[in-house]
């Protein structure tokens, strides 16, 4: 009996000997929508962030990297509830994630508040990015409505004057409408909000036949875009009516699309072809282990594991100054894939915008290519409203 | 302009109306027939859409996929209907709702299980790839006329079977009394048996045929499912050719509700009003028509005699 208490005891001490946080690592919580459809979304976030940890490594910034992989299953309850066990739990330093921006929205508060850190490396609503900004609180991806923007310009500088929008019947399908007016002063000869979740669009199809728009702009993220692409394919509209959209065509939905994609644009920061230090031999490490073209998921996750690794090596290691930490992300000197990359006063990126274009390589895979640059060095709108007090 | 717009939202009206018939003719007559309320049909049309995916990519030729899918299909019937329906006959409608709703919650977990969570893509065949002009500047893709003309064949082989064969005049008169044909000394539960998986492979056959079109993902079937609902209720619980013209009416009435309601509104409204009040009419003017039939054809427009 006195034997196994013995023992039991020091099990137990051995166990929180391990527990125990070690002053030479760096706690990090991912936090990616990993189940149902939109999974492969966090997966290539995922993936993008531990190979960049795997090329330093193992370590980020000279420390250990200790990282705890959570799936929020895009409910914004369970991702707070994760979050809290991230913060509790594991005693993170930094939370990145997470894809979709109700997630964003629901976990921002209880993070920051609780003085860790949360590096959104792809939502970007513009709550956060204006009114709802915080110190503790950096974006490494884009804010929303910019990719919509790169499409109204393009529109714009193409000279088109009627254009056709297409989007899904939510928040997201409207901002991304008024994102595209920005910058367009053309005409709107039809806008469509379809019911989230169609998956035949040959009615809206046929209204795009008859009215014959210069152009269609659309943001139809997953499932839906597939469906869409396809048809729009089918119906043979590709050559005659310019196909500009955003998250509708990128290297999570090439795979299902094919040639039916070939031709069409997309609005974004990043593509895999593109000439900027570092970034071919990053999109041939990561086809290489996971079998796949990366999208701009993986490479904002790949950036924000180099901006932490930047930013640690600048502290010598040391993260018990919450205030320094925070002054090091913004300085932070690293290489991003896109090129250029900077800070904004709302702690929201200033990158150029690009607009891509479907190709297929070589190797007989599709991926999005390079066209032109749209904007340079651009901020979003919302930084005015930023105030960090 | 406008009447080759409203000609081409004709034909994806009967498109769609074509794919409900073949999923409400099997849908009508199990109701009809056997009294059977049964929630998993739409399951049915699923299944035949991945089993024309994988019969597809086995062979490399849709049609040898589509002709492989239909038994199977079949057989997915057959088997339901003999571990599970036939058990819920002579139980009253709630518990085979409860019964047949569960169905839909097991064989959707289960196609992730087998085929995955994410959507699958079948081909277009090669020989009906690609579209034709058939107006002025509109193009209409071959593979949905094909959808049209193979499912007006089989509206016209089931009219054929129900209406000048043997089994078609059971059929009929298992809908108009079922305990009569059987004190006839025909053997119901076959007939039961026999219609119930011919309706099964029927929405097999619609959930193959949209394959190519659309993505095949778990839970397709539950949306059209409901419109098949709508369609029996409003040609007539039990009757073919009720089934068929209400089908044609639901395809219509929901693709040009959805197209030209706007358009409509904007006559009397001003633009942003309009095409907002259309947005929130046209999903619903498929009920609106159901609860109009209802109010001044209770049994519906092509009632079965009792």
Redesign the interface.
Known sequence: MKTIKVLAGATLALGMAAGAAKADEVRIGLMYTLS??P??LGEQARDGFQLAVEKLGGQLGGLDANIFVVDDELQPDTAVTRARGLIERDDVHFVVGPIFSNVAQAIQRPIVEADRILISSNAGPSDLAGEQCHPNYFNTSYQNDQVHEVMGEVAEQRGYSRVFLLTP?YQAGRDAMSGFKRHFTGEIV??V?V?LGQ??F??EL??I??M?PDAVFTFMPG?MG??LV??YS????TDRVPFLSAFTVDETNLP?QQADALGMYSGTTWTPDMDTPGNAEFVAAYEEKYGHVPAMYAMQAYDTAMLLDAAISSLDGDLSDLEAVREALRNAEFQSLRGEFSFNTNQHPIQNFVLAQVAQREDGLFQTEYVETIFENYGDVYAELCSME | MYTTLIAVQTLNGLQLGIILFLIAAGLTLVFGVMDFINLAHGVQYMVGAYFAFTFTALTGSFTLGLLLALPAALLVGLILEVLIFRHLYDRDHLEQVLATFGIILFLNQGVKVVWGASPLYVPVPELLQGSIQIFEGFFYPIYRLAIIGAGLGVAALLYFLVSHTRAGMLVRAGATNARMVSALGIDIRRLFMVVFGFGAMLAGFAGAMVAPILSVEPGMGDNLLILAFVVIVIGGIGSIRGAFIAALLIGLVDTLGRGFASDILRLVMDPSAASQTGRAIAPMLTYILMALVLIFRPSGLFPVKR
């Open positions: 149902g459809p999974a492969a019947n039809d806008e909000y019911p998956l035949d040959q009615g046929a209204r036949s008859a014959q499932g597939i469906n396809r048809q089918q119906a043979g509209l299902a």
